[in-house]
């Protein structure tokens, strides 16, 4: 079952901007639910972005501070990030990742990956 689904990425010059989106399941995103971005390279591991919880606390990797934003829509289960200044690092797939608590169990969920591309 699909539970998170990406969408926006693409093709983009150096310096450009792009704008992830991230729809979660109803049955799985609550106002606890933690929701992040993940990238991996080729040949890299997969490494975090960014994370936002409910209560709008975030957190970002060093590489993209002061570029990227997360953020969410709770009434409508998305989750947005806005990447600006893109630095020509190759082909990399961006994941939305999501955190929950069900019935007392930690539950993580992963979506299928959006590619985006930086390159002139």
């Known amino acids: 079952q699909v539970y998170l689904v990406e969408s926006g990425g693409g093709l983009v010059q150096p310096g450009g901007s792009v704008r992830l989106s991230c729809t979660a399941s109803r049955e799985i995103f609550s106002i606890s639910t933690v929701m992040g971005w993940y990238r991996q390279i080729p040949g890299k591991q997969r490494e975090l972005v960014a994370t936002a919880t409910g209560g709008d606390e975030t957190t970002y990797a060093d590489f993209v501070k002061g570029r990227f934003t997360i953020s969410r829509d709770a009434v409508n289960t998305a989750t947005f990030l806005q990447m600006n200044d893109l630095k020509p690092d190759g082909p990399a797939v961006y994941y939305c990742?999501?955190?929950?608590?069900?019935?007392?169990?930690?539950?993580?969920?992963w979506g299928q990956g959006t590619p985006v591309t930086v390159s002139s």
């Open positions: 990742h999501g955190c929950s608590v069900l019935f007392g169990t930690p539950r993580e969920f």
